[in-house]
């Protein structure tokens, strides 16, 4: 009996302690922006330092849409996106 109740402790245990760990996930958002909405041109992509909230990824990509005044450029902002080693990115979460 009372092994039982301790292989529920430390089950218990853990769920709280994964639970804590990805509820405590902090947010990292990447701005990426395509100069003349050119998707497939890797080479010119600007890639946005990394922001804590979306708003200031979008304050970051509107801005820059507001100096390059091109209608075509495209953007989009992802969260907690990790680069492979083919020099793409792979994102949680991308709004644009």
């Known amino acids: 009996?009372?092994?039982?109740?301790?292989?529920?402790?430390?089950i218990i245990i853990l769920v709280v302690?994964?639970?804590?760990?990805?509820?405590?996930?902090?947010?990292?958002?990447?701005?990426?922006?395509?100069?003349?909405?050119?998707?497939?041109c890797?080479?010119?992509y600007i890639y946005s330092p990394k922001f804590e909230t979306r708003?200031?990824?979008?304050?970051w990509a509107d801005a820059l849409k507001i100096e390059r005044d091109n209608p075509n450029d495209l953007f989009e902002c992802g969260k907690n996106c990790k680069e492979?080693?083919?020099?793409m990115y792979?994102?949680?979460?991308?709004?644009d």
């Open 17 to 40: 302690v994964a639970g804590y760990f990805i509820l405590n996930q902090k947010e990292r958002w990447l701005g990426f922006y395509y100069p003349d909405g050119c998707l497939g």
């Open 84 to 87: 492979q080693d083919s020099g």
């Open 1 to 10: 009996m009372c092994l039982i109740n301790m292989k529920n402790f430390i």
């Open 42 to 44: 890797s080479e010119n």
């Open 90 to 95: 792979i994102c949680e979460e991308t709004v």
């Open 55 to 59: 708003e200031q990824c979008f304050d």
